[in-house]
């Protein structure tokens, strides 16, 4: 739904985190980018839900992934300042969720090895 919102309701999703775009084409055409890859991500980790054998790189990608986003998060409240609330929560979930995937990655490597 994130990557929905991001990439084809783009401004609308951003008003509603307080985040004014201005107009900028080049700055919609970057958020969209990565609205699209969100997008594809979350459909690749969905139909891993019904794919047992997509499920171990599934987990990775959400680890790499979600880690990635969450840290770069953090990167920036550190650098320029902390963010909203709304930011703040999405940077706990993607943090969260590269943790347990992560987790995951690990303990599934130790019972097949």
């Known amino acids: ?16 985190t307080g985040i004014d775009l201005h107009g900028d084409a080049s700055l919609y055409s970057e958020i ?6 969100l997008l594809v991500v979350a459909v690749y980790l969905l139909a891993a ?24 998060r953090l990167y920036s409240a550190m650098a320029t ?9 999405a940077m706990v979930a993607e943090l969260t969720i590269a943790a347990l995937a992560t987790v995951l990655v690990l303990r599934r490597g130790r019972l097949s090895a």
């Open 1 to 16: 739904i994130i990557g929905v919102g991001i990439t084809f309701v783009t401004k609308g999703f951003y008003a509603s």
């Open 32 to 37: 969209r980018a990565s609205g699209a890859v």
């Open 49 to 72: 839900l019904m794919r047992p054998d997509w499920r171990p790189a599934a987990l990775l990608v959400s680890a790499i992934y979600f880690g990635a986003y969450g840290l770069a």
């Open 81 to 89: 300042g902390w963010p909203t609330g709304e930011i703040t929560t």
